[in-house]
């Protein structure tokens, strides 16, 4: 559940999309166009800057930048998605590790999939609640926040996010509710209409548009 009670309209920093190659492309967009729609700049970020990485669907990306010049100062907040390389050596670990550098600056990590995988082998799930696509999956990591695994669609725990592969809509929706996008009414009525096709959501997203607040 979200506890934000007010929309966020302090000066935006960048958020900080991570990209590499068979990022699995349906997991953040729901996340991205929104935020770009709020306006907050979207950045990609890869291991290198010099060349594009290809997705699951076989979309070429070209990154705006390279991870080891990202200062979570810059960043309002860093989105790890899921992709098969996380299961298949330590090629993303510098991303891991990365998201270490920004809970311990205070700012927001976001991770979907196998990120929580990549996470989970950093030791960041150790003391916090979180969730993912299945506990065993988490646990086949070895790590040892087994404990603090929630079976939920979506999880926050102060400055990190976390959701499993199909549950995109309510991983957005930890999203604007952590960066206080929209306010709480707005943010329900989001939710009801992406996840739940709910139509009486319609008219309370029109009306928040109209007055400035989605």
């Not at 309209?9 to 991205?32: N, S």
Request: charged share 20%; with cysteine.
């Amino acid at each position: 559940m979200t506890t934000t009670s007010h929309v966020n309209t302090a000066p935006r920093k960048p958020v900080h999309l991570a990209v590499y190659d068979t990022y699995a492309d349906w997991e953040t967009g729901h996340t991205t166009a929104h935020l770009a729609q709020r306006g907050y700049e979207i950045r990609t970020v890869a291991l290198a800057d010099d060349k594009p990485v290809t997705t699951m669907a076989g979309v070429r990306i070209q990154p705006d930048s390279a991870l080891a010049d990202l200062d979570p100062a810059e960043s309002s907040l860093l989105i790890l998605t899921g992709a098969s390389l996380w299961d298949t050596g330590d090629s993303l670990a510098p991303f891991a590790a990365k998201a270490r550098e920004f809970l311990a600056a205070g700012v927001p990590v976001a991770a979907i999939c196998g990120a929580t995988a990549g996470l989970a082998r950093e030791g960041l799930l150790d003391t916090r609640a979180h969730t993912g696509a299945v506990s065993f999956y988490l646990a086949a990591t070895g790590y040892a926040g087994g404990d603090r695994y929630v079976e939920a669609d979506a999880v926050t725990d102060g400055d990190l996010i976390t959701a499993g592969p199909t549950e995109p809509v309510a991983f957005a929706r930890e999203v604007f509710a952590r960066l206080g996008v929209y306010g709480p009414e707005v943010l329900d009525a989001w939710y009801r209409l992406f996840h739940d096709s709910d139509p009486s959501a319609y008219p309370v997203l029109m009306a928040a548009e109209e007055a400035g607040d989605a």
